[in-house]
């Protein structure tokens, strides 16, 4: 069965810091999807990345990194020099043949 | 914006009342899904469609809840007969798959209240 856990219920940082989102999941899948997805204070999902399970080169996007790591079947997302806009629940998820499943998400305050 | 479309954004009902919402999914998408969330929670999976087909029920959709998408194009979710457990925000998601790869797209969800 799918699983998505992130041990993280919430984080709590200055601007300007750096913090990094844990997601682990279980699968026995071959092919699979992970995503991130932002969910702001406005409530819409908001999707950030998809990365197929065949690569695990790590990828930056402007303040946002992911590094996927199949050996410990990990996918974590840090965000360098947070902003206040950044505040919102992240959801990890994975998807294998029909299935998503979210992880429970976690909740970042980004304090001023 | 995403480009899906839910209506209406908030629902306040009586137990045991039936509504429906709507999604409009992105244009060229043949895939939308209707997913809930309840407050702290992650979204938990429905159903999807692939065009007009309705291809997997998730066994939360209860025989009270009925997901329809005539012509492969909105969508539409039913609850007969409304509990205060329905209470959450139902969330609709559109999606191409295209050679094994997919993203979803989510609209900004109907808030529905069960008095």
């Known amino acids: 069965a799918q699983k998505v856990t992130q041990a993280q219920t919430e984080i709590s940082v200055v601007e300007k810091e750096d913090v990094t989102l844990d997601c682990v999941y279980e699968?026995?899948?071959?092919?699979?999807?992970l995503f991130w997805y932002k969910q702001p204070p406005s409530g819409e999902l908001v999707f950030l990345i998809r990365?197929?399970?065949?690569?695990?080169q790590n990828e930056i996007s402007g303040r946002y990194s992911w590094n996927f790591q199949k050996s410990t079947s990990s996918f974590n997302f840090t965000i360098t020099a947070s902003q206040v806009v950044d505040s919102a629940v992240y959801f990890c998820?994975?998807?294998?043949?029909?299935?998503?499943?979210f992880g429970p998400g976690t909740r970042l305050s980004v304090l001023p | 914006d995403t480009g899906v479309s839910q209506n209406p954004r908030h629902k306040i009902t009586k137990r045991g009342q039936n509504v429906t919402f709507r999604c409009d999914p992105i244009?060229?998408?043949?895939?939308l899904y209707w997913y809930r969330q309840t407050l702290g929670q992650g979204p938990e999976f429905l159903t999807y469609?692939?065009?007009?087909?309705?291809?997997?029920k998730s066994r939360l959709l209860s025989d009270r809840f009925s997901a329809e998408r005539p012509k492969g194009s909105f969508s539409t979710l039913e609850i007969q007969r409304t509990e205060q457990g329905d209470s959450a925000m139902y969330l609709c998601?559109?999606?191409?798959?295209?050679?094994?790869?997919?993203?979803?797209?989510f609209g900004p969800g109907t808030r529905l209240l069960v008095l």
């Open positions: 998601a559109s999606g191409h798959r295209d050679r094994g790869e997919e993203t979803q797209y």
């Open positions: 699968t026995r899948d071959t092919t699979y999807y």
């Open positions: 990365r197929n399970s065949f690569d695990e």
């Open positions: 998820a994975l998807s294998e043949a029909e299935n998503f499943v």
């Open positions: 244009s060229e998408h043949n895939r």
């Open positions: 469609f692939q065009n007009e087909a309705q291809l997997e």
